[in-house]
């Protein structure tokens, strides 16, 4: 059996200077300026104008089934996806669909009132 011959000596790695901190970003909402994302009953219509839900350019009238609380982080919790069916002027029906939609909108929302 032979022996692998010896590894060379190989330099020192020169220690990588200290990083200074980031200053801290004061225009941005910490996590106790942002409302809380609330829980919408199922039923709830909202009444959302078009800057208030990404992607669709308009306003949009929305019966919420489900408010995704489990991916809302994903957007610092300023924005939450809402699964519902879209509803025309007269509240009929136009299809499901899901709202990525601000959670300032909702604040002071109120749902279906049951007995």
Do not use: K, N
Request: charge should be negative; aromatic fraction near 6%; avoid cysteine.
């Amino acid at each position: 059996m032979t022996t692998p011959p010896a590894a060379p000596d190989l330099p020192a790695v020169p220690a990588l200077p200290a990083v200074p901190a980031l200053p801290a970003v004061s225009d941005r909402p910490t996590a106790s300026d942002l409302p809380t994302v609330p829980d919408l009953a199922p039923g709830t219509v909202l009444q959302l104008r078009q800057e208030d839900w990404r992607y669709g350019g308009h306003p949009l009238r929305l019966r919420v089934e489900q408010v995704r609380h489990d991916i809302s982080h994903y957007y610092r919790d300023e924005w939450v996806w809402i699964v519902g069916e879209r509803l025309d002027g007269t509240g009929l029906t136009q299809g499901r669909m899901e709202a990525l939609v601000r959670v300032a909108a909702l604040v002071g929302v109120v749902g279906p009132v049951t007995h």
